[in-house]
């Protein structure tokens, strides 16, 4: 059995861990996947993204008429796509990474290309090249990340049905695709297929993108869903292979819809039940997250976990904030064995999260609905402000773009921010900046100069138009 120094499970985020300081270290880095890198690079948010900026430059040109121009989109050159996606971004930075771990500038590293199971405390069995392995660790780093959950009515079925790790790749665009699930991952995928021409038919036991604010979830389905062939509230009582080789699901009204293809995306799990963590006395949430106290520790010491296996985001900025908090955890209790006083640890840090999701219209949020605010007893002032208000919204034409701010009357602080239209991810940031310094939004509408005509003056207005009092201007 060979012993590191440290053992990190997953090359995701937790490829992310070995810095210089661990430079005397010696580590071992477990990956199972035939990919280097985790989901984010290989199957999720790089590529989804490269194929959703193909999908806006489709919907723009489909939508270009409002602007007094002629541009028609005349199809979508699908393998050109997978390839300018695959073969010439992401399973170049793969193959790059995993080199790089494996070449000359980690000499301290060995990596084993099998699954990882706990035999121990801190024993894992592994594999390395097809060889079986047993290696044991002081430290041990669980970045082991989720997998798609996949409703028993589809597994059990024997249909064919595609996930994020598979549907990128096709090496035809589907003429037809159903769309199994309303989050996430379905109303990303929904925008790429539909813009680039695919006929997009999508079931959903509820609304679209349910847990978002109500004001912009019902804006959102209002404009969302007549895009596509619907079927909400519904569930799939039955999957069937139909005789031209598509996928049939029965619904509980016994409609039935019938693709080329069927997408699932309802929902992720994490990770940790092919982990054997039962011997390591690692202890694990009824929803399937291993426990981590607040500094990223396990139940079992000295093994500590980051990411969608442990985390209550499933996002990548989360996994890699918590992957750095941990990472400096781990330092600290290296250096408190020599030096007591050197305690330190950071708390993972998990307040204002925000996500957006890179779908048709744009969504992004951060903090709380104006429902969550209520519960929470602040005295709420809301705005819902329209980008066709200010004059970028007139120029483009936009009928529907809508920001709601939700804050607090007697502190002035900003308590939730939802955007939902053209660059809704990037202009929240300015909203997340002011939660994240605790910013009085009384100060933040005057003390500082908003361009003009910019889209930004979206927020401007929004701010202005809550129930506060602001000073002169
Ligand atoms: C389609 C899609 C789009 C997304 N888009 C976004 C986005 O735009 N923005 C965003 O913030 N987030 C996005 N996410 C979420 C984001 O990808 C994840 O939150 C993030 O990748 C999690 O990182 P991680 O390190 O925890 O896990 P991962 O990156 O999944 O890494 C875990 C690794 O561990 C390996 N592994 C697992 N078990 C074992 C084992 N027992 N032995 C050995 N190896 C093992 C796996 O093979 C994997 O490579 C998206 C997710 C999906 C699916
Ligand atoms: N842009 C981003 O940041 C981004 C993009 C993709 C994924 N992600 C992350 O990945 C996670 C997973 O994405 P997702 O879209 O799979 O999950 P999700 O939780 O966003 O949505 C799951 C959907 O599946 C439906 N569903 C769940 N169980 C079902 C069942 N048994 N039968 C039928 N429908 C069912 C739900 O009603 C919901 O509409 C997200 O929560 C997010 O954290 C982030």
Redesign the pocket.
Known sequence: MKHYDIIIIGSGSGNSFPTEEFDDCSIALVEEGPRFGGTCLNS??IP??MYVVAADTAATAADSSKLGIDMTFEGADWPAIVDRVFAHRVDIIARGGEDYRRGDECPNVNLYNGHAEFTGPKTLRTSIDGEPATISGDTIIIAAG?R??I???IAESGVEFHT?EDIMRLPQQPESLTI?????????FAHVFQSLGTHVRI????P????LDKDIHDRFNAQAAPRYETHLGR??TAATTSPDGGVTLTLDDDTTVTSSALLV????VPNSDRLGLEASGIDVRDDGRIVVDDYGRTTCDGVWAVG?VSSP????HVANAELRAVRHNVLCVADAQNDPSRAGMIPLPHDHVP????TYPQLASVGMTEQQALDAGHDVTCKIQAYGDVAYGWAMEDTTSAVKLIADRSTGRLLGAHYMGPQAATLIQQMVTVMAFDLDLRKVARHQYWIHPALTEVTENAILGLDLDFPPA
């Open positions: 999720g948010c989804t993204k989720s798609p959950f409703p028993p009515v994020n199994l699930g309303g989050g996430y991952i379905a109303m990303e079931v959903n036991r509820s679209l993108m349910r847990h569930v799939v995306a309802t929902g992720r969608d985001y499933m996002l990548k996500s957006a999701v890179f």
